[in-house]
């Protein structure tokens, strides 16, 4: 079992690296577009991954509009849940621009 604070470490530093570094020539800025597509691709057979109506596949896990709107979601949360999954997430192989494309698409879903 990670501890809490170990979470908190690995996030804060994929975030201050992946979510809000500046744009390089191989680290594309992030496109909430391109992480729909993604969320489509290798989160969808799970969680309802768009914002029009629909029937998640699973009950029991939240759509990513109410991940998003969670009060306690911010950058660094969604990026500790990619990096780190919980037990019932697989771990999916994800390149530091995917998880930064597909933490723009959750964050672009907040009202």
């Known amino acids: 079992m990670r501890s ?3 979470v908190v470490v690995v996030a804060s530093l994929v975030c ?3 979510t809000w570094a500046p744009a390089r020539a191989q680290s594309p800025a992030p496109d909430a577009g391109v992480g729909r ?3 489509a ?3 969808s057979n ?3 991954t768009d914002e029009i109506g629909g029937t998640a596949p ?3 896990v939240p759509s990513f509009a109410a991940i998003a709107n969670s009060p306690r979601t911010t950058p660094e949360t969604l990026a500790a849940a990619i990096i780190l999954p919980h037990p019932e997430m697989p771990g999916i192989a994800l390149t530091r621009a995917e998880i930064r494309h597909l933490i723009a698409y959750v964050v672009s879903l907040k009202k």
């Open 58 to 60: 699973r009950a029991d």
């Open 46 to 48: 799970c969680h309802l």
């Open 37 to 39: 597509d993604l969320a």
């Open 16 to 18: 201050s690296t992946i």
């Open 4 to 6: 809490p604070s170990a």
């Open 41 to 43: 691709k290798l989160c």
